[in-house]
Nanobody
Framework: QMQLVESGGDSVQAGGSLRLSCAAS?????MAWFRQAPGNEREGVAA????????IYADSVKGRFTISRDTATNTVYLQMDNLKPEDSAIYYC???????????????????WGQGTQVTVSS
């Protein structure tokens, strides 16, 4: 039984930082963070291979966000720095047992999803 529970979402001013946590029942082959703002498609933010630690980032967050994992606690983190209003969204943790490189940041590539945590960035 796979479970993902996100936490850490909050309201913050532009330029601030947040760290999101995803508590997983187990770390799958690849773990990722997605986000979805009202009226928008769900978009991939960052992904990490659980064993190697290799990471992939969306261009929109590259240099500002850092994904990491703690294999001892089965936790995936998303450190978000220099937040911008356009980062406001519900952030979801996702997992997959296998993936094609073409689907690293594609919703269809992932099987398991958390309930989401709200991030609001104000100007």
């Amino acid at each position: 039984q796979m479970q993902l529970v996100e936490s850490g979402g909050d309201s913050v001013q532009a330029g601030g930082s947040l760290r999101l946590s995803c508590a997983a029942s187990q770390l799958r082959y690849i773990m990722a963070w997605f986000r979805q703002a009202p009226g928008n498609e769900r978009e991939g933010v960052a992904a990490i291979y659980s064993i190697s630690g290799s990471t992939i980032y969306a261009d929109s967050v590259k240099g500002r966000f850092t994904i990491s994992r703690d294999t001892a606690t089965n936790t995936v983190y998303l450190q978000m720095d220099n937040l911008k209003p356009e980062d406001s969204a519900i952030y979801y943790c996702a997992a997959a047992a296998h993936i094609s490189p073409r689907q690293h940041l594609e919703q269809a590539g992932y099987t398991f999803w958390g309930q989401g945590t709200q991030v609001t960035v104000s100007s």
